[in-house]
């Protein structure tokens, strides 16, 4: 993109920002509006110094012309939604984010109103996973790696193994433990081999005293549009650099004594399964194009690689690497090691092929990662194992070697992932941070989960309403949740759920029994869900819930007693055949949907039916299947007064 003809945003973005006009990543953020209220992991994009709030872009009209883009896609938690696009879509958004934050397409320039709710400080997100993980695959494809590697375990002329040359090398990981940049990582316990020369002595348990990081860059698959999702058809070349959406940083935390243990004959296990940290902004491959260059090896010739791993465009990118480390006793971080993306054999498309070449199916979410990218000199290398080479060497953590040292890490140490690329006429594209801090073995570190920032507690539920019909089913939707709360007498028709939030203590509302379910329902999952799973059912819940909102509001507009329960009977035969129709596609169960307990559907038919047995109605007479719903809601804890 041509630097000197930009403006807006994009303008103001300092020369060594990793998020120029030219990068646009993708990630998922939580942040404090100015008005103080809180949105949780967010669809984002960040320029320069703004992280910028993708769903209320949408809602704005940013994409309406983006034909095949899904509405509500960047209105999700994670980003698999939009992943899930054509790479032609990825890049048709990107372009318009451009065109916005340079202020050739006005949307957002002309408004300011609008650029408060979107624009954000960066520095104040706190990041999530982007992605929800389905599979998580790291490969080992540094050539420079493996024969370090190989040299110090087999000797120089064994290097690598046979096959090493022929096929990208990989393992199946564990998606549950792949964490957000800034997660503590714990030190890990396991089984150690008891005398490091003699494995025939077996065994003792004990924290990793050889604990490990390892410089890599993994991609997440995207667009399962192809015959691989549908028939498990082997991707072809072409193929995999369709599913490839984008790249982020990350260390494949290591404990190498315990892998020294375990790994023969399967590999590592428990050596490898603790933790994996990735950077929160994905780099899109589209962004990376403009850094396209060969790799280390230039070429692949001797061997030829089998025809199905023949890259006709065999090259990498060219991803200047660091890692530095901060003890807690350290005012800054000294950097251990400078590598680079291009320092591979392997290549992200070989490595997707070559996954799916037995018909292994490739899912919108998946990880894999390169392995640790290693260069030739020393301070090139790309984790602790080979830069003291096997414990031989001192690592120093100071210019003059006056300072801190290491043979592998130590408790407190933060390690400091980057990676960037630059070009002259071209805005930096760069991964930010990806880090991770070491506590002790034994340590409790919360868990930052895909849901991010996990969410929030709440306390001292209040209800402020009149005693009627109208207010019952907010009690019930509270007993059923199982959330304690205080009844209020009030004024007002429509009860108000008022409830505090426990950290920052902000007092928040919700009007109505429905809105205040599906708040609930959402934030207390651990208690029986109000609404019913299958979509069809909820539509068909909400229907009738609907119409008995309407029915409860007629005393207020019929004052003739006669023709108000005239009324009120019309609207009950109304609500019992929908009720029939859907116990008829049930499970056989005696509740409003077919089903075996009550629903949100029970938490107001129940008061509303109790205000119809008042006018005179006979329900065992008139409705028996809704009195026989009725008489087991009454003995139900929910519907307890």
């Known amino acids: 993109m041509n630097l000197e003809?930009?403006?807006?945003?994009?303008?103001?973005?300092?020369?060594?920002?990793?998020?120029?006009?030219?990068?646009?990543?993708?990630?998922?953020?939580?942040?404090?509006?100015?008005?103080?209220?809180?949105?949780?992991?967010?669809?984002?994009?960040?320029?320069?110094?703004?992280?910028?709030?993708?769903?209320?872009?949408?809602?704005?009209?940013?994409?309406?012309?983006i034909s095949g883009l899904n509405e509500n896609v960047f209105s999700q938690r994670t980003l698999n939604a939009f992943m899930d696009h054509s790479p032609k879509i990825w890049s048709q958004v990107r372009k318009r984010l451009q065109e916005i934050f340079i202020g050739t397409n006005a949307l957002l320039q002309s408004n300011e109103t609008l650029q408060k709710a979107v624009l954000h400080d960066v520095k104040k997100l706190e990041m999530s996973l982007p992605v929800e993980i389905g599979n998580y695959t790291d490969f080992y494809s540094s050539r420079e790696h493996a024969t370090n590697v190989g040299t110090m375990f087999r000797g120089k002329d064994n290097a690598l193994n046979p096959n090493w040359l022929h096929l990208p090398v990989g393992y199946h990981g564990r998606a549950s433990t792949v964490f957000c940049s800034g997660q503590d990582i714990v030190r890990p316990c396991g089984q150690l081999q008891k005398d490091p020369n003699d494995p025939t002595q077996g065994s003792v348990f004990g924290p990793c005293k050889l604990l490990d990081f390892e410089l890599e860059v993994a991609f997440f698959v995207g667009n399962t549009k192809d015959d691989n999702y549908i028939t498990g058809s082997p991707l072809t070349m072409e193929q995999a650099k369709q599913r490839i959406f984008g790249f982020v940083l990350m260390n494949d935390w290591s404990a190498r004594d315990i892998q020294k243990w375990e790994y023969v004959p399967l590999g590592p296990f428990t050596s490898k399964n603790f933790a994996t940290t990735i950077s929160p902004w994905i780099v899109t491959y589209e962004a990376l194009q403009a850094f396209q260059g060969p790799t280390s090896a230039v070429k692949q010739d001797n061997p030829l690689p089998l025809a199905y791993l023949q890259d006709p465009d065999y090259s990498s990118f060219d991803i200047r690497l660091s890692v530095s480390i901060q003890s807690n006793s350290m005012t800054s971080a000294?950097?251990?090691?400078?590598?680079?993306?291009?320092?591979?054999?392997?290549?992200?498309?070989?490595?997707?092929?070559?996954?799916?070449?037995?018909?292994?199916?490739?899912?919108?979410?998946?990880?894999?990662?390169?392995?640790?990218?290693?260069?030739?000199?020393?301070?090139?290398?790309?984790?602790?194992?080979?830069?003291?080479?096997?414990?031989?060497k001192i690592v120093a953590l100071s210019q003059d070697g006056t300072g801190e040292s290491r043979f592998f890490l130590s408790d407190n140490d933060s390690v400091i992932m980057k990676g960037t690329c630059t070009k002259p006429n071209h805005g930096r594209v760069g991964f930010g941070e990806c880090r991770g801090t070491i506590l002790a073995a034994g340590s409790k570190a919360q868990v930052r989960h895909l849901r991010g920032?996990?969410?929030?507690?709440?306390?001292?539920?209040?209800?402020?309403?009149?005693?009627?019909?109208?207010?019952?089913?907010?009690?019930?939707?509270?007993?059923?949740?199982?959330?304690p709360y205080r009844f209020e007498p009030a004024s007002e028709e429509i009860p108000i759920l008022e409830f505090k939030e426990v950290v920052s203590g902000k007092i928040h509302s919700v009007a109505g029994a429905l809105g205040a379910a599906r708040f609930l329902d959402d934030h207390f999952s651990s208690s029986k869900s109000l609404f019913p799973n299958d979509p069809i059912d909820e539509a068909c819940a909400l229907q009738i819930v609907q119409i008995i909102l309407t029915l409860m509001s007629l005393p207020e507009i019929i004052n003739d007693s006669e023709k108000l329960k005239k009324a009120l009977l019309e609207g009950l035969k109304d609500v019992r055949r929908m009720i029939m129709r859907l116990k008829n596609f049930g499970h056989g169960g005696q509740f409003a949907i077919g089903g075996y307990s009550p629903t949100i559907v029970e938490c107001f038919l129940i008061p509303y039916l109790d205000h119809v047995k008042s006018v005179d109605v006979d329900l065992c007479v008139e409705f028996p299947e809704l009195f026989l719903i009725d008489s087991l809601c009454h003995e139900h804890p929910w519907f307890q007064r």
């Not at 998020?19 to 998922?28: A, L, V």
Request: include cysteine.
């Open 5 to 65: 003809a930009i403006g807006f945003l994009a303008a103001s973005v300092p020369e060594d920002s990793d998020f120029s006009i030219d990068n646009i990543p993708f990630g998922i953020g939580t942040y404090t509006s100015i008005t103080g209220r809180t949105y949780r992991c967010r669809c984002m994009t960040v320029i320069g110094s703004y992280a910028v709030d993708l769903a209320i872009l949408q809602d704005a009209g940013a994409f309406d012309d």
């Open 453 to 483: 920032a996990s969410l929030p507690q709440y306390e001292s539920f209040k209800v402020y309403a009149k005693k009627s019909p109208i207010a019952w089913p907010m009690e019930i939707v509270l007993k059923a949740k199982k959330v």
């Open 334 to 392: 000294y950097q251990v090691c400078e590598s680079n993306f291009r320092n591979l054999y392997w290549n992200a498309a070989q490595q997707l092929v070559h996954h799916s070449v037995t018909g292994c199916l490739m899912r919108t979410g998946d990880l894999l990662g390169s392995g640790t990218i290693s260069g030739t000199q020393e301070d090139s290398f790309g984790s602790m194992l080979e830069l003291s080479w096997k414990g031989s």
